[in-house]
């Protein structure tokens, strides 16, 4: 039996199989609140995070909806499934997928994938699975640069500086427009970063070895305690784990970095027009942000795909 059960067990002068019993009675109940509290974001306000910040707005304004990355979680699993189980960092760990919106809120959880999976892989598969992460026209998540910039989901500009430790010590000034583009994205799509710090840094149980239950209970506990950081969310703004991430560019110690990877090109199903469309949006809030005119980078991808033969 696990150590924290036995630690349980000896607290609540209890046997460690009813401490097991009820650890899985509590977990399977969170899950059962999860389509209450982990639910799409709006998709009409803008945040005040964005909002109330002249470096974000009006740049990334009504059209974004909130922010997915990836991050490992430990865990046990019998040797024969050690290989699909290593992380990248060589750790036994589960892989779990999050959105969340603007005020700290997951919106979106995927527990349960191998340690060894890729984020660029899982995205692809959660969409073409119509699964509840769904966006409407116009709108979209901001991502890392392990994902394509296609309709929905707006990456960064790829061989650019653009993670936020990136950005510290005295060569912090961005020099051109992609970079200054990378540096105000980076703060965005952090608060994704900032969700999955104050969710780690409030259960042990998903810092640490997690006792050796069954891979799907693994999963749940991960969803439950999504909820439970949700419910803390809504009803204590002024919580202490909260505040300790508060800064918009909370920088997570390096057990708390979230899964990113080097850039995969996606095989998606979205057409060119598509794919040009999210490309130009990206372009005009970097002009916008560098102060040049939108029309003359339009202009350019025009006169590319012309070139390339494909129909603007």
Request: hydrophobic share 35%; proline share 6%.
């Amino acid at each position: 039996m696990h150590e924290r059960h036995q630690n349980s067990a000896e607290r609540f002068q209890r046997s460690p199989e009813t401490i097991s019993r009820h650890v899985h009675i509590v977990v399977e109940a969170l899950c059962r609140m999860a389509p209450d509290y982990i639910r799409p974001p709006y998709f009409n306000k803008v945040p005040d995070f964005v909002q109330n910040n002249a470096q974000l707005f009006p740049y990334f304004k009504a059209n974004r909806v909130g922010a997915i990355d990836g991050t490992i979680i430990p865990a046990w699993v019998p040797s024969r499934k050690h290989g699909t189980y290593r992380s990248r960092k060589g750790t036994l760990a589960q892989n779990v997928m999050a959105a969340c919106d603007f005020n700290l809120n997951f919106t979106f959880v995927l527990a349960g994938w191998k340690g060894s999976a890729n984020d660029s892989r899982k995205l692809p598969h959660i969409v073409s699975a119509n699964q509840t992460l769904v966006t409407t026209p116009g709108k979209y998540y901001v991502v890392d640069s392990g994902y394509a910039n296609f309709p929905g989901f707006l990456s960064p500009y790829h061989g650019e500086r653009y993670h936020l430790p990136e950005w510290v010590g005295s060569n912090s000034n961005p020099s051109t427009m992609k970079e200054l583009f990378n540096r105000r994205h980076a703060t965005v799509r952090n608060i994704i970063e900032r969700c999955f710090g104050s969710l780690k840094k409030r259960f042990a149980i998903i810092k640490g070895l997690m006792p050796n239950y069954k891979l799907l209970m693994k999963a749940d506990i991960v969803i439950a305690c999504c909820v439970i950081h949700n419910f803390v969310r809504k009803h204590c703004m002024a919580d202490d784990i909260f505040q300790s991430v508060a800064d918009p560019d909370y920088i997570p110690p390096p057990e708390e970095e979230g899964t990113s990877t080097q850039p995969i090109r996606r095989q998606m199903n979205n057409t060119n027009d598509g794919i040009w469309e999210q490309s130009c949006l990206r372009d005009s809030i970097a002009a916008s942000l560098w102060g040049v005119g939108t029309v003359h980078v339009r202009s350019i991808h025009a006169s590319v795909l012309a070139f390339s033969g494909q129909v603007v």
